[in-house]
């Protein structure tokens, strides 16, 4: 955002890296909260050990993640944040349907938090579900420093859930470290704009090698957040039935058998796990290209005979269905079959990073190389606008060298120091046709043109399709109590093709019509949805809160390069003239 921007340049200089004499950031702990009670948040910079390396990274109450907090449905806590980090801040409470003023975002609902200031949040939690608080300046520095934390709602309704025998609240995210630390972020603008920071350590809960322990016979409830900046997980638990419950904001319409559960950022998934004999499983992140380890189960074969164990059990094999969504089901032809009332496109203009200064060029495809043109175009295979590179007159020369075609390897976990320019290209998972890769980018197929954009050279954008509307600026108004049937359209008609977390705030919740023209098979409510290269999306937005609120994809790096608008809800609908 301009005013993220406007606010680091005047701080000047370069964010601090050195972890010495810093707290070492601790684990986060579980905070139980009841209706009217107060937290003290607080932001400040801690070492964190990430294998062999050192880091200095932010944290909430000094953990990483943040303090997970649990509380009730239809409850409200007082949080009170003190900011003792590296620049100004707020905190929004992603996926809460809560009063606008507490929202988070700088310049709209409250006035930036400054180093040393604090702010009093007052909120309220309507819906069960699973949820997550960050800060709204700068996210791809922040979120990527550690300033994330989860917020578990408990139903009021009491067989809401199916039983289970334990829970894991996880935070899936990566990143990306050089030469032993964090790689550098410029305070005045953001970097690796056009595919998104992503990182080459993957991190659970916060730690590089996370271990938990259960029993043979029970049921493991999995909390999953995706809070990378850019990063889409594919988790799979091979060795156990997996079981999908619940999503974003809730229970599914019916819980189903699943092999694995895709979250993009920002993205919440709810999975029950059967864990029916002993031994040792490996929670993975699995690419069409590669499969990323990402914790450790240990089964034991201690009894776990107890009554509510053998109930879970027995439980896994129903697959609950959910009355609300199940009604919502009954009133979704009519929209299915409408036109949309809203129609968004989702694009991208490229400024060319790797133009020539003078002499004769060829124009080739960053992320397959082998696609050169002597003019101007876009790549066949995956659509993105071919760069300038430099070229020589002499024969056999490889016109596509001059972009370094390589990925981060988040595979090997050890090799902290190494820079990721040293790190071996493999073949690129960029693809727009069937099969699990289907319009998702799994890495960075563009290493040295994707550090090198910026805000100022790419430029992501959101434009309104919708018949009539205004050609400047998204002028979005709606009164309390509307539904909206919003069209995303993944565009190729861009200069960079690439999927998106479409992120509404809380405004309201949506659930998904269809996608592709394909009906949704199974609702949740939600509140971000990944829109894949491509790919067309039919959402139906439930509007029930006023205010002035935002919309954004949530690649913190296509955010802050301008993929994002706000929009009003009125309580009352306009008077006539």
Not at 3 to 8: K, V
Not at 253 to 277: C, H, I, K, T
Not at 464 to 490: M, Y
């Amino acid at each position: 955002m301009q005013h993220d921007r406007e606010m680091l340049e005047t701080a000047g200089g370069a964010f601090p890296t050195d972890p010495s004499g810093l707290p070492e950031a601790t684990g986060p702990a579980l905070l139980e909260l009841g209706d009217g009670d107060v937290l003290e948040l607080r932001v400040g910079a801690v070492a964190k050990h990430l294998g062999d390396a050192t880091v200095r990274m932010l944290g909430y109450n000094g953990s990483i993640p943040g303090p997970t907090l649990k509380v009730g449905q239809g409850s409200e806590i007082v949080v009170h944040v003190v900011n003792e980090g590296d620049l100004d801040t707020t905190v929004h409470w992603h996926g809460l349907r809560l009063e606008n003023r507490y929202d988070g975002v700088p310049h709209e609902t409250q006035a930036p938090i400054p180093v040393g200031g604090e702010f009093t949040y007052r909120i309220q939690f309507p819906d069960a579900g699973l949820y997550w608080y960050h800060p709204h300046i700068r996210e791809d520095y922040t979120q990527e420093m550690g300033l994330y934390g989860n917020i578990l709602v408990v139903p009021a309704e009491r067989d809401y859930w199916p039983p289970a025998d334990r829970d894991l609240v996880l935070t899936l995210d990566d990143i990306l470290l050089e030469d032993g630390k964090v790689a550098p972020f410029s305070p005045s603008e953001t970097t690796y704009a056009a595919m998104g920071r992503f990182g080459n350590l993957m991190l659970v809960g916060g730690q590089t090698h996370y271990h938990a322990a259960a029993r043979a016979g029970e049921v493991l409830r999995l909390w999953l957040t995706n809070t990378a900046n850019t990063r889409v997980f594919n988790v799979r638990l091979p060795g156990a039935r997996m079981k999908l419950v619940g999503g974003d904001s809730g229970r599914m319409e019916r819980a189903e058998f699943v092999e694995e559960v895709l979250l993009a950022p920002s993205e919440r998934a709810v999975v029950d796990v059967l864990l029916d004999r002993p031994g040792e499983l490996t929670l993975e992140h699995r690419t069409p290209d590669r499969v990323y380890p990402l914790a450790t189960v240990s089964v034991t074969d201690e009894p776990a005979a107890t009554s509510a164990t053998v109930s879970a059990a027995r439980e896994f094999e129903v697959l609950q269905e959910a009355p609300e969504l199940a009604a919502e089901r009954r009133s979704l032809e009519a929209w299915s079959a409408a036109a949309p009332d809203k129609t968004l496109a989702l694009v991208a203009e490229m400024d060319d990073p790797t133009a020539a200064a003078g002499g004769p060029v060829v124009y080739a495809c960053p992320m397959h190389p082998e696609v050169t043109s002597d003019q101007p175009d876009r790549c066949p295979k995956c659509g993105m606008k071919l760069l300038a590179t430099q070229t020589t007159t002499e024969p056999g020369t490889d016109h596509g060298a001059g972009m370094h075609h390589g990925g981060h390897d988040p595979a090997d976990q050890h090799s902290h120091g190494a820079d990721v320019d040293d790190h071996a290209g493999h073949e690129s998972s960029h693809s727009h046709g069937s099969g699990a890769a289907a319009g998702i980018e799994w890495e960075d197929d563009m290493v040295a043109v994707n550090r090198q954009t910026t805000a100022a050279t790419m430029h992501w954008m959101f434009v309104d399709r919708t018949p009539g509307a205004a050609k400047t600026a998204i002028d979005w108004r709606f009164t309390l109590g509307d539904r909206v049937k919003i069209r995303l359209v993944n565009e190729m008609d861009s200069d960079h093709p690439m999927h998106h977390p479409f992120h509404l705030h809380g405004a309201g919740r949506f659930l998904v019509l269809a996608r592709d023209g394909q009906v949704e098979p199974n609702l949740v409510w939600k509140d971000t949805v990944l829109v894949r290269t491509g790919q067309t999306v039919d959402i139906l937005f439930d509007v029930s809160n006023p205010g002035l609120w935002m919309a954004h994809c949530h690649i913190a790096e296509h955010m802050q390069s301008g993929m994002m608008f706000s929009f009003t809800v009125a309580r009352q609908p306009a008077a006539s003239p």
